[in-house]
Nanobody, 123 residues
């Protein structure tokens, strides 16, 4: 079965950095666009970043543009999210997702989801 397993979350001070990783298995990784979403307490899950199947096209939410970088390694079935200049508003559970529809920006465009990893940014 398809599994997406996130790692790399944790507690960091404002201004710091974290790198999230997502390991995918049970699917032909290179056929799926990969995305990151996040959900803060009391808020809806929101789009953060997405990467096309081949890795050349990248999309970012305005709130993270210039601070976050998404990348993928199709040889390792991995997708990453480098997060810099973190602030308390970035505190959320971050989810990795895989989608075949090509609709990179919406939750409905994704077929599989990980369990999430907590990111907490202290002020």
């Amino acid at each position: 079965q398809v599994q997406l397993v996130e790692s790399g979350g944790g507690l960091v001070q404002a201004g710091g950095s974290l790198r999230l990783s997502c390991a995918a298995s049970g699917l032909t990784f290179s056929r799926y666009g990969m995305g990151w979403f996040r959900q803060a307490p009391g808020k809806e899950r929101e789009f953060v970043a997405a990467n096309s199947r081949g890795g050349t096209l990248k999309y970012y939410a305005d709130s993270v543009k210039g601070r976050y970088t998404i990348s993928r390694d199709n040889t390792k079935n991995m997708v990453y999210l480098q997060m810099n200049s973190l602030n308390p508003e970035d505190t959320a559970v971050y989810y990795c997702a895989a989608g075949s529809s090509g609709d990179a920006l919406r939750m409905g465009g994704y077929d599989y989801w990980g369990q999430g990893t907590q990111v907490t940014v202290s002020s």
